[in-house]
């Protein structure tokens, strides 16, 4: 995609707007490549996240939107206690490459996003209470005070905070390539020969995921994965500790509570049912999203996995785990959304005989797959049930989640 309307080619010690000097890549999506870059014009030395979109014409209006939103989440309330939880906006410019006119927006330095964690920890999952509070007060100042929705929340957009240190760590690796002139080889590590970095272990993950695998199925692939390209590394264990703080980024999709720009918003897994159903949506879709979210952070494994690629098959599947997870879906929720006639009959799955559904309410499956401890699965899945509460009227908000007991109590 680095070709005409797609991505920016840039190497490592390119200086971009005789300001930036390319330190290493960081990451990529569907519309970007965001590069580690140092600010020349600060002797700190400072660095910030380089967000580089792809040219094409519409890929330039959604940054311009992207920048709107930075730019109000940057201005509005800067005492608000969940402000330091949203990723921030340094600047934007544009550079010009032989792909075309991109925006660039230069961000605030953060490290690993929560996939990587739960990737490190084997897909074990992980205490993550600290990470509620950390996401909850996030969207307590975006719902609150900006008005503004995510629409994508979900571990690869919640990014750790790291310090002064470990970004110098990362620059270490690559300035002795840079100052022999060459581009850092993906596989580069001090210590270690690894075939293969974090991105291709994310793509890879990506990959499999987008297969909607079996959890077991999915671990031996990614294992014999691994395997073939020797033991991983991933990164140093300094932000393993159970202490990290994050803040929310990728506010690509984001839009206004009163100016959505899509009625489909959300990654499958994490997609909230009243947008399943097409019953309009607003704030309490992010509130669900953080209930699966949760889920996987804490077991590894993702709440709602739905098979099938095409919309109505993966609905279907999506609309009885949702079924069986809850126990069921009122039937007045049934009743409201342009899909549900597709989906639903006087209140019942359409087309699925009660006997093939079978309840498995979180605390259950916590206890008897998990292996959780009752006392400890209870206040969890009373927490994520008030996440996942279908009424959207009803489901908590991020200023309520704050409130629940699981989260203000101690590990
Ligand atoms: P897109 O809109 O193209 O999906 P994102 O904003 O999600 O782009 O960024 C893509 C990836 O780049 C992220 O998943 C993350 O790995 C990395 N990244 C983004 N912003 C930052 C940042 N501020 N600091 C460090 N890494 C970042
Ligand atoms: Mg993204």
């Known amino acids: 995609e680095y070709d005409a309307g797609g991505y920016m080619p840039a ?9 930036y000097k390319v330190c290493r890549k960081l990451g990529w999506g569907h519309f970007s490549t965001v590069w580690l870059c140092r600010n020349l014009l600060d ?9 580089i979109c792809k040219s094409a014409h519409m890929f330039a209006a959604v940054a311009q939107d ?7 989440t940057r201005s509005i309330d800067p005492n608000h206690p969940g402000y330091k939880y949203i990723v921030q906006m340094v600047d934007t410019f544009r550079l010009i490459s032989v792909n075309g006119i991109h925006t660039a927006i230069s961000m605030e330095i953060m490290g690993p996003s929560l996939l990587h964690l739960l990737i490190q ?3 074990r999952g992980y205490s993550n209470r600290r990470c509620q509070k950390n996401n909850n007060s996030g969207l307590t100042y975006l719902h609150d005070a900006c008005r503004i929705i995510h629409t994508d929340i979900k571990p690869e957009n919640i990014l750790i905070k790291v310090d002064q240190n470990y970004i110098r760590s990362m620059i270490g690796k690559t300035d002795r390539f840079t100052e022999l002139g060459q581009e850092m080889p993906r596989s580069y590590d001090r210590d270690a020969d690894i075939k293969y970095t974090d991105e291709d272990i994310l793509s890879k993950f990506e990959e499999l995921r987008g297969q909607s695998y079996p959890h077991d199925k999915f671990l031996i692939e990614l294992t014999t994965f691994r395997e073939r390209h020797s033991e991983p590394r991933l990164t140093s264990p300094m932000w393993v500790s159970p202490n990290i703080e994050i803040k929310i980024a990728d506010l690509g999709n984001a839009c206004w509570e009163h100016h959505h720009f899509s009625s489909e918003i959300q990654t499958r897994q994490y997609r909230a049912l009243e947008v399943i159903l097409g019953a309009g949506y607003s704030f309490p879709a992010d509130i669900w999203s953080t209930g699966c979210m949760a889920f996987e952070l804490a077991t590894g494994e993702m709440l709602f996995s739905p098979k099938g690629d095409r919309n109505p098959t993966a609905n279907m599947d999506h609309l009885c785990l949702i079924w069986e997870t809850l126990g069921g879906i009122p039937p007045y929720i049934t009743e409201t959304g342009t899909n549900v006639r597709h989906y639903f009959h006087n209140g019942r799955l359409k087309n699925i005989p009660e006997s093939t559904l079978r309840v498995w309410k979180i605390e259950d499956v916590l206890v008897d797959k998990y292996k959780w401890k009752r006392v400890d699965a209870i206040p969890f899945a009373g927490f994520l049930e008030s996440l996942i509460e279908p009424d959207p009227a009803l489901r908590f908000s991020a200023s309520m989640a704050l409130q629940n007991e ?4 101690t590990d």
Do not use: C, M
């Not at 190497?11 to 300001?19: F, R, S, V, Y």
């Not at 002797?43 to 967000?51: E, M, N, R």
């Not at 992207?66 to 109000?72: C, N, P, V, W």
């Not at 699981?406 to 109590?409: A, D, P, Q, R, Y």
């Open 66 to 72: 992207e920048i709107r939103l930075l730019r109000e």
């Open 121 to 123: 920890s084997d897909f």
């Open 406 to 409: 699981w989260l203000t109590s």
């Open 11 to 19: 190497n490592i010690g390119d200086i971009l707007k005789n300001q």
């Open 43 to 51: 002797d700190g030395p400072t660095y910030v996240a380089l967000k």
